[in-house]
């Protein structure tokens, strides 16, 4: 859980959310593109998700197993209410709001390893 | 969204939808707190409620309080507004009790909720949400 692929979603989120936010000071609504990096992005969180499970399924360490599926299971719902959320806004808050789910996604991988490690009670 | 420029004079003076402009980033911010507070007491409850009962059962009640703001904001009709309005009031009333609180009492409150050192562990934003919530029911009406 804390190896190569967490730090690969932490970085694509952050690049999408850098996107975003560039989107945001030019005042651009989203557009389909950005729409198809937010489907990558929850193919990635998917992927983690499942891996996540399977390798504590496999794990007899003891953490906060129902925390630690709650927290992959709350990335996996960020993207699509944030894309949800901010259809047919007229002003530049939609992309600030699709900015704020790609930047709370690296929290979110954070707090699932620190489940993972057992220092979160 | 009203047209404020051509207004039929007979018809009634409706107030800006709360959900949109601005306020779809608060209801966005809202939402993450409203997540984040319920994934957390759920958790704490069900598992280890009996360490601290105040502290634990304090958060599912901040948790809710996020979830009656987030719905009632994004809602937006005159209704949802008075709820809302009741909900940020007392999520700053909570907020800053809970906060106060934690500073001149530390052994009670050593488990930790959102509220906890005016929301010191999320980067104070619990502290200013409510008063931005609140201005921006004003800004609207």
Redesign the interface.
């Known amino acids: 859980m804390t190896g190569t692929y967490a730090t690969v979603v932490t970085v694509v989120a952050l690049l999408l959310a850098g996107w975003a936010l560039i989107c945001t000071a030019l005042n651009r609504r989203p557009t389909l593109l950005l729409f198809a990096a937010g489907v990558l992005l929850e193919a990635l969180l998917l992927v983690f998700a499942v891996g996540g499970v399977v390798q504590m399924a496999g794990s007899d360490l003891h953490f906060?197993r129902?925390?630690f599926v709650?927290?992959l299971l709350?990335c996996l719902?960020?993207p699509p209410?944030?894309f949800y959320?901010?259809r047919g806004?007229?002003?530049r808050?939609?992309m600030?709001?699709i900015a704020?789910?790609f930047l709370?996604i690296p929290v979110m991988v954070l707090r699932v390893q620190q489940v993972w490690a057992g220092s979160v009670? | 969204m009203a047209d404020h420029g051509v207004v039929d004079p007979g018809a009634q003076h409706w107030p800006t939808p709360t959900g949109?402009?601005?306020?779809?980033?608060l209801?966005?911010?809202y939402?993450?707190f409203a997540?984040a507070a319920t994934?957390?007491s759920?958790?704490q409850i069900?598992?280890?409620l009996y360490k601290a009962p105040l502290a634990y059962l304090l958060s599912a009640f901040a948790a809710l309080v996020y979830i009656v703001a987030t719905v009632s904001l994004?809602r937006g009709d005159m209704t949802s507004r008075r709820l809302a309005t009741v909900a940020i009031t007392i999520e700053l009333v909570g907020v800053l009790i809970v906060g106060a609180a934690s500073e001149w009492f530390a052994s009670v409150f050593q488990h930790p909720t959102v509220w906890t050192g005016f929301g010191s562990g999320y980067g104070f934003v619990p502290l200013v949400l409510p008063f931005v919530g609140l201005w921006w029911l004003r800004h609207t009406r």
């Open positions: 906060a129902a925390e709650g927290y709350g719902a960020i209410l944030a959320w901010a806004e007229k002003s808050s939609g600030v709001v704020l789910a709370i009670g | 949109q402009g601005f306020g779809r980033v209801v966005a911010v939402g993450i997540l994934s957390r759920a958790v069900a598992t280890e994004a």
